[in-house]
C-alpha cells in the first residue's frame, strides 16, 4: 500500500483545510486508518482515526469538535476536515493505514505511511 498526502499549506488562524490521502497498491475499504502530526520540536501525535470494520471515527481531544475523519472508499481515499485550526495545530500531518481493522491511537500499530503535508497556521 502506497499512500500520498495532500492538501495541506498556509492559513490563518480560525481558517480550515481539507487533506487527502490517496492510496494505491490496494484497497484500504477494511484497513483502520488514521491522521497523525507531528509539530516543531514534538514526538508524532495521533489526531483521528476511522475503523476499517464499521466506519466508526474517533479523535484525540484536542481536536475533537473541530476536525472529522472520512473516506471514499470507491476513491480509496482518506481526509481530514480541519475547522477553526489554531497556531498549535501547526504540524507534519501524516496519513497511516493498519492492516487491523481498528488500528488504534498508537503509531506502532501502522503499516504504511504517507509522506507527511505541512500545516501551518498563522496568528
Known amino acids: 500500500v502506497q499512500l500520498q498526502a495532500s492538501g495541506g499549506g498556509l492559513v490563518q488562524a480560525g481558517g480550515s483545510l481539507r487533506l487527502s490521502c490517496a492510496a494505491s497498491?490496494?484497497?484500504?475499504?477494511?484497513?483502520?486508518m488514521a491522521w497523525f502530526r507531528q509539530g516543531p520540536g514534538k514526538e508524532r501525535e495521533f489526531a483521528a482515526g476511522?475503523?476499517?470494520?464499521?466506519?466508526?471515527?474517533y479523535y484525540a481531544d484536542s481536536v475533537k469538535g473541530r476536525f472529522t475523519i472520512s473516506k471514499d472508499n470507491a476513491k480509496n481515499t482518506l481526509y481530514l476536515q480541519m475547522n477553526s485550526l489554531n497556531p498549535e495545530d501547526t504540524s507534519v500531518y501524516y496519513c497511516?493505514?493498519?492492516?487491523?481493522?481498528?488500528?488504534?491511537?498508537?503509531?506502532?500499530?501502522?503499516?504504511?505511511w504517507g509522506q507527511g503535508t505541512q500545516v501551518t497556521v498563522s496568528s
Open positions: 497511516a493505514a493498519s492492516r487491523q481493522r481498528y488500528g488504534g491511537t498508537s503509531s506502532a500499530d501502522y503499516d504504511y
Open positions: 497498491g490496494r484497497t484500504v475499504r477494511y484497513y483502520g
Open positions: 476511522i475503523s476499517g470494520d464499521d466506519g466508526s471515527k
